[in-house]
């Protein structure tokens, strides 16, 4: 079952004095879907999601936040002060560091995170092999971890997290360090993943998020300037052009086939007859 | 406090992975050293390092399992010399709590302080268990104060004396080199950042 | 998952460490013998990988030539009445080299029963083992932890030594310049090792590593111990008896 999220008016210091990381930022994201958070670096979305998990206030008592999260409809104000998992679950930006580095098999290292919850032996076994099997990883069960490729790493992160069934799945930058056919993959994996968990993407591009997200939020230097639907978001990207560098215009122009008529009025503004 | 929850408080977070590099470097430093041709081992650099930013216990644990890892890894005895690096990384924590590494003749001082007990430590273990004999250059130095008329215990001792100052005082002053560069918004995530040289918060 | 008769192996080492302080040197070089024979002829004790072979070999033959040198560095050095050998400046005394045959069979003879055990077995499942029989899973982690920062350690000092030599860092001059240089090496290592600590730290717990639990010790694996095992340890306790024996005998 997916988990609800609704964010109020959270406003986000790392210590006083310094400018706000986060400010006055609400959102709702209905269950189950994927909202993506896009904007360019420093712009507060990496804060935001370690906001959400709860490793943020943990790490920096002396931090000063205001507002609420409501998080599967439990309020934390201003955010949760230990780490949510299972509950929420986290994705790094380097998958690298993502995986422990201390199991000889993708297999153990999946089931690493099952054991670090305490989760009765006989049971690890069963899980982490649907696990693997749904994420296409099956094949790579006894590859050591150091060997696999970019978007095999990237992909066995996610298992790692995705093993304890999150309700609500933050991914910091998932397709930065990926190849186009890796990030065809993940993109199809994660379409399947929204039907049963709420997702929350960040980018600092578009054009992985574009198909996989139905709601947008445009950050920029911690305050929220966009937060819209798919068809809306379309209709303010030439506006976001030197925000949102965009890297391969095919996935843009995919969106073509299906036409309405906020795209039309997009292709038209940007000059795509 | 027991030593077990105070192990536990310094081993939380980013501490623990820190711990293991930190390992990891005693038991390849000697590599490092030797691709620079440098006649040192550092093989404590690590157990510095930990006992700084992290605490006294964290370093007497690096200490101890550093020594086993090594044992494993080709060089047999020295896991009898682990009392003697856990003794390194609790005088080095207590030292660093007390203030020592926020001013380089502190840290000068500590390093020859710590290599003085070092010798002491090392020399029952050597002379006991090794008569003296322990494998590497440092050996001769032993024979030659065997040779002039002294005991074993004596003789091992005084080679103590002769380097491990020498060793430990480059080991700290490298250690303290290293760590007064490092960005605060780093070392501010360890429990020992305050035992490090106070900087302005602008930097 | 194999075997690696963990038990009576640590046994053994025991009981090989025993007799290194118990036994008198002539029985000390037999036993020596016989345990650089037992990889070749005990299946159990057989080096896991060719690297492992070639650890054990490279001692033996570095054992060989310490022993003749502690054997012969002490008759030179040490003084004694009856000289056993004499050419030109060379003087044996004949103290000096029955001190180095007391000293080195047992220095090589605890040497290679910690040999034995480590080529035999990999570090990892002893390790397990450790877990196993309760050791705190924090100490597990910065074990294992530490063992993948060995392995890719001087992959990551290789390139910063590059990186440094190709801005000219002074890598092949004086002695002093090469310890700055030293520093210029160990610098961006401990500054990319620390913030991986930082995000390692925070992946595990993002993970469920949380410090809360970690008081709880996994339960411990009851065993009944192997027949060799229990040999080893009782033979062991006999060499300590017996010495202390001797020792409290007028």
Redesign the interface.
Known sequence: MAASLIIEHLTFQYSDGTPPALSDFSLTVPTPSCCAILGPTGSGKTTLLHLLVGSLMK?HPSSIAHGSIMINHVRYEPAPKEVLFPTVGLTLQDPYVQLSGIRETVHSEVALTLELLGTEPSMIDAQVQKTLRELGLYELSHRRPNTLSGGETQRVALATVLVADPLLLLMDEPATALDYGAQAQLKSTLRHLKEKTTLLITDTHIDFVLEVADRFVVLDKGTCILSCSKAEFLAHLPELGNLLPVDDWREVLKLRERRSPHTERVFKALGFT | MSI?EQ??IE???????????C???N??AG???A????PIYLDS?GTV?VAVLVGPFAGA?AGA?SNL?A????S??M??FAPVSIVIGLFTGFLAKRGWFKHWYLVAIGGILQGVLAAVCSAPISAY?????M?AGT??LV??F??VGNSILESVFYQGLASDPVDKL?SYS?VF??LR???QR??S?FSGAANLPNRSPAT | MTNYHLGPKSALTLLLTTCA?TLPWKIQLALLCLVVLLPFIAPPLRPISPKASR?FLK?IWFSCT?GAV?VF??GL???GDEITYEFGPIVLSTEGIV?GL???P??LL??????LL?ISTP?RS?IDRLQESGLPR??V??????????ET??DR?ERI?VAQEARGAP?RAS?LS??K???T???P???S??????E???A??LRGFL?ST??VPPPARARTPHIATIVFLCVSLLLVAYRILVWLRP
Do not use: C, W
């Not at chain 2, 044992?71 to 080709?74: E, L, Q």
């Open positions: 790490h | 077990r192990l536990r081993t939380s977070g980013p501490a623990l992975p820190f711990l293991a590099f390992i990891a470097l038991i390849v590599q490092v050293t691709a620079l041709k440098i650099i390092m644990m399992f890892l044992s494993a890894m080709g047999p005895p896991a009898f268990l090794f008569s003296g004999v494998m050996d001769f024979m030659y065997r040779s480059i490298m080199l290293l560069n490092l960005p780093l070392t995530r | 302080f650890t001692f310490l502690i560095v002490n050095l040490i003084r001190f007391q000293t080195a047992r220095l605890i040497s290679f029963s910690i040999l480590f570090i002893i924090t100490m982690m910065v074990l294992l932890l530490a063992l993948y920062f060995v350690l001087p000092i030594f890598i002695l090469r310890l240089a030293l520093v090496i160990l610098s290592l401990l500054l090792s620390l913030s991986e600590s930082v390692r730290g925070t595990l717990e410090v970690l008081s």
